[in-house]
C-alpha cells in the first residue's frame, strides 16, 4: 500500500510539471511565428518526446507495481518506450550541434543550418528510433514473448543482446553532447574575450555583442545542465535494472524509473525558458488573460 502511495504521488507531479511545460513550449512555437526557427523546431521535438514520456509514466509505474503482468499488450507498450527514449537522446545531440554550428560558425550557420537540412534530420533520427521500436515485435528474433506470462519489463520482454542495444542508444550520444556544449562554453567565452580586446569596435557595438555573448554561455551552461541530469538519472537506472531483482526491488525500480521519467519535466523548463524569447511570450500570454 505505501509503494503505491509513493508511486502515485511521483506519477501526479511528474506528469504535472510534464504537461505544464511541455505544451506550453509546443503550444508558444505554433503561436508566435518568431519562435519557428530551426532551434526551436528542435527543441519543439523534444517536447512533442517528452509529453509522449510523462504521458507513458503511469503505465510505468502500473509495470513496476506488478498490476500489468501477464499482459501481452505491454510489448507495444515497450516499444513505445524504446521509440520515445532513442528519439529523446538524438534530438538532443541534433540541437546539441545545431548551438555548436551556430557559435563556432557564426557567418555560414544561416547556410549550414537550413530548414529542409532540420528536416531531413528530423526524418532520419524518427525512422532510426521507429526502427528500434519496432524490431522487437518481430519475434522470436529481437523479443521473447514467453517473459510476458511473468512479467512485462522492457528487460524481460528483449532478449539480452538487443536490450543492451537499446540502452547503448540511451547512454551513447551523452559523452558526445557534453563535449558539444563545453566547446560552446569555451568557445563563447573566448569569443567574448576577443570583443573587449577589440579597440577598432565601438563601445556600444562590443556591448551589445557582449551582452549576446553571455546570453549563449548561459544557454549553454543550462543546456550542459539538462544535458548532465539525463546522463547522472540514467546510469543509475540501467544498474538497477542490471543488479536486482523485480519481483524483490520494486522500490528501487520505482524511484529509478521517477528519475529517469524526470527528464520530460526538466527538459521543457531548460530548453524552452531558459530562452529569452520563450519566457517572453510566455509571460505576455499569462498577462493578457
Request: hydrophobic fraction near 55%.
Given at each position: 500500500?505505501?509503494?503505491?502511495?509513493?508511486?502515485?504521488?511521483?506519477?501526479?507531479?511528474?506528469?504535472?510539471?510534464?504537461?505544464?511545460?511541455?505544451?506550453?513550449?509546443?503550444?508558444?512555437?505554433?503561436?508566435?511565428?518568431?519562435?519557428?526557427?530551426?532551434?526551436?523546431?528542435?527543441?519543439?521535438?523534444?517536447?512533442?518526446?517528452?509529453?509522449?514520456?510523462?504521458?507513458?509514466?503511469?503505465?510505468?509505474?502500473?509495470?513496476?507495481?506488478?498490476?500489468?503482468?501477464?499482459?501481452?499488450?505491454?510489448?507495444?507498450?515497450?516499444?513505445?518506450?524504446?521509440?520515445?527514449?532513442?528519439?529523446?537522446?538524438?534530438?538532443?545531440?541534433?540541437?546539441?550541434?545545431?548551438?555548436?554550428?551556430?557559435?563556432?560558425?557564426?557567418?555560414?550557420?544561416?547556410?549550414?543550418?537550413?530548414?529542409?537540412?532540420?528536416?531531413?534530420?528530423?526524418?532520419?533520427?524518427?525512422?532510426?528510433?521507429?526502427?528500434?521500436?519496432?524490431?522487437?515485435?518481430?519475434?522470436?528474433?529481437?523479443?521473447?514473448?514467453?517473459?510476458?506470462?511473468n512479467d512485462c519489463r522492457l528487460a524481460t520482454v528483449l532478449i539480452n543482446g538487443y536490450y543492451a542495444w537499446v540502452l547503448a542508444n540511451w547512454v551513447m550520444p551523452l559523452p558526445a553532447?557534453?563535449?558539444?556544449?563545453?566547446?560552446?562554453?569555451?568557445?563563447?567565452?573566448?569569443?567574448?574575450?576577443?570583443?573587449?580586446?577589440?579597440?577598432?569596435?565601438?563601445?556600444?557595438?562590443?556591448?551589445?555583442?557582449?551582452?549576446?555573448?553571455?546570453?549563449?554561455?548561459?544557454?549553454?551552461?543550462?543546456?550542459?545542465?539538462?544535458?548532465?541530469?539525463?546522463?547522472?538519472?540514467?546510469?543509475?537506472?540501467?544498474?538497477?535494472?542490471?543488479?536486482?531483482?523485480?519481483?524483490?526491488?520494486?522500490?528501487?525500480?520505482?524511484?529509478?524509473?521517477?528519475?529517469?521519467?524526470?527528464?520530460?519535466?526538466?527538459?521543457?523548463?531548460?530548453?524552452?525558458?531558459?530562452?529569452?524569447?520563450?519566457?517572453?511570450?510566455?509571460?505576455?500570454?499569462?498577462?493578457?488573460?
Amino acid at each position: 500500500m505505501a509503494m503505491e502511495v509513493v508511486a502515485t504521488v511521483f506519477t501526479v507531479l511528474l506528469c504535472l510539471f510534464a504537461f505544464v511545460g511541455n505544451i506550453s513550449i509546443i503550444a508558444l512555437f505554433f503561436k508566435v511565428r518568431t519562435l519557428q526557427t530551426v532551434s526551436n523546431t528542435l527543441v519543439t521535438c523534444v517536447a512533442f518526446i517528452d509529453f509522449g514520456i510523462a504521458s507513458a509514466y503511469p503505465i510505468q509505474c502500473l509495470v513496476d507495481l506488478k498490476k500489468l503482468s501477464d499482459n501481452p499488450e505491454c510489448i507495444a507498450f515497450m516499444c513505445i518506450i524504446s521509440i520515445l527514449s532513442v528519439a529523446h537522446v538524438y534530438f538532443t545531440l541534433a540541437l546539441s550541434i545545431e548551438r555548436y554550428i551556430t557559435i563556432s560558425r557564426p557567418l555560414k550557420c544561416f547556410t549550414i543550418l537550413t530548414e529542409r537540412r532540420c528536416y531531413i534530420a528530423i526524418v532520419i533520427i524518427t525512422g532510426y528510433s521507429v526502427t528500434i521500436g519496432v524490431l522487437p515485435v518481430m519475434m522470436p528474433l529481437f523479443g521473447n514473448t514467453g517473459s510476458l506470462e511473468n512479467d512485462c519489463r522492457l528487460a524481460t520482454v528483449l532478449i539480452n543482446g538487443y536490450y543492451a542495444w537499446v540502452l547503448a542508444n540511451w547512454v551513447m550520444p551523452l559523452p558526445a553532447i557534453i563535449f558539444l556544449y563545453i566547446r560552446v562554453f569555451i568557445l563563447v567565452k573566448r569569443h567574448a574575450k576577443q570583443i573587449q580586446a577589440s579597440e577598432a569596435a565601438s563601445h556600444l557595438g562590443a556591448q551589445n555583442t557582449g551582452f549576446k555573448l553571455k546570453r549563449e554561455a548561459k544557454t549553454a551552461l543550462l543546456l550542459l545542465f539538462v544535458v548532465a541530469y539525463i546522463f547522472v538519472v540514467r546510469i543509475p537506472f540501467i544498474l538497477v535494472v542490471a543488479v536486482t531483482d523485480p519481483s524483490e526491488s520494486v522500490m528501487a525500480y520505482i524511484i529509478s524509473h521517477f528519475f529517469a521519467y524526470s527528464t520530460s519535466a526538466v527538459s521543457p523548463f531548460i530548453f524552452g525558458f531558459g530562452n529569452k524569447d520563450y519566457r517572453k511570450h510566455f509571460l505576455s500570454i499569462l498577462k493578457i488573460k
